[in-house]
């Protein structure tokens, strides 16, 4: 049991943990009515209600900006932090370890790596168009490489700070392998790149966001399902198998998971860092629990918050211009992840 569980009443801990998932839908919904209608251009909120009921209310124009731009932008984020918050999540509980998520480990640098062949080499691997199906699945090749090089990394070596420098070293190949072929790229692939590598979530548009939530709720939903072998997994492995776990499967299913949410996200909108690495922590501390069936739901929650409010930030703070997002995540992510890791032995 989680050391901030101990000692406290079942009744105030199911009153806190409601008052909290309440907290962070309110605070979900609120940055997506911020998302939509803050901008170079403000539409007030009773607009977009009609304009997301579909009428066009009193400017074509507001009508154009909301339906093709902010509020696919807006359901992106929302759905592109869920997506890493549970990818994090997963990692941290497979590798039984806080301080792992698919950048640190070097799974997004993965999923990078193949959008690199793809928009700076020019390789369509046999492809006459690429579409984006096609880049989820190179995505998803190239992140599950990176898993898999880590896996069997891990049944060498026990030290997690071994790991993380496999991880570590794995995304610095896959970002040499990168750097060559920018060396021999025109100057419109490499500003192409550079601009998807820096992470956003403009741009979306309803196929994109049609494909990116097929992808990432089924995924969310089997997160679900493997709440109970996640309880029995980070009880032991032991523990697990007396409970009628498959141990094996089970890790399985996380790295699948992990694989596919990263390269979901990466795939459309970037490497975006730090949201699967401090959302899971948050989550820990404000619920004070370790019971995977309020930690999922939570992180979603969290997740979906966090990088919207980045994004959010990332559009607004210096009008007209954009900020990268990754850079945002950074500033906001860094100061809470070195927060939680000077409280490690309280979690």
């Not at 998932?21 to 209608?37: D, H, Q, R």
């Not at 898993?147 to 496999?166: P, R």
């Not at 490497?271 to 939570?298: E, M, N, Q, T, Y």
């Amino acid at each position: 049991m989680n050391k901030c569980t101990v000692n406290m009443p079942v009744s105030k801990n199911k009153f806190l943990t409601a008052m909290w998932f309440l907290l962070f839908t309110a605070g979900v919904l609120l940055i997506f009515l911020l998302n939509v209608s803050n901008g170079s251009a403000n539409i007030s909120i009773p607009d977009i209600i009609q304009i997301t009921l579909g009428k066009v209310g009193q400017s074509e124009t507001n009508y154009l900006i909301v339906q093709r731009i902010r509020l696919p932008r807006a359901l992106a984020a929302m759905c592109g932090g869920a997506a890493l918050a549970i990818a994090g999540f997963l990692l941290q509980t497979y590798f039984s370890n806080p301080i792992v998520e698919p950048y640190v480990l070097g799974i997004s640098s993965g999923s990078s790596l193949f959008v690199g062949l793809v928009l700076i080499g020019g390789f369509t691997f046999g492809f006459q168009r690429i579409t984006p199906v096609f880049m989820f699945i190179g995505a998803f090749v190239g992140a599950s490489v990176i898993m898999l090089i880590i896996i069997i990394a891990a049944t060498k070596v026990k030290s997690i700070i071994t790991l993380l420098i496999i991880g570590l070293m794995a995304g610095y190949l896959c970002s040499a392998t990168v750097s060559i072929l920018s060396a021999f790229a025109d100057r419109e692939r490499i500003a192409s790149f550079a601009m998807w590598n820096m992470g956003s979530f403009a741009g979306f548009t309803w196929t994109h966001l049609k494909i990116m939530y097929a992808i990432v709720g089924p995924a969310l939903l089997c997160s679900f399902l493997m709440a109970k072998p996640l309880n029995a997994l980070g009880m032991g492995d032991r523990y697990a198998r007396s409970m009628g776990i498959n141990v094996k499967a089970a890790r399985y299913g996380l790295i699948f998971l992990s694989s596919v949410l990263t390269a979901a996200v990466t795939s459309f909108a970037g490497p975006i860092s730090f949201v699967g690495l401090a959302v899971p922590h948050i989550c820990r501390i404000v619920f004070r629990s370790s019971d995977s069936r309020i930690l999922i739901p939570g992180a979603i929650l969290g997740g979906a918050f966090m990088a919207s409010l980045c994004d959010f930030t990332a559009r607004n703070i210096l009008l007209p211009r954009e900020l990268p997002l990754s850079a945002v995540t950074a500033i906001i992510g860094a100061p809470i992840v070195v927060f939680l890791l000077t409280r490690k032995e309280k979690l």
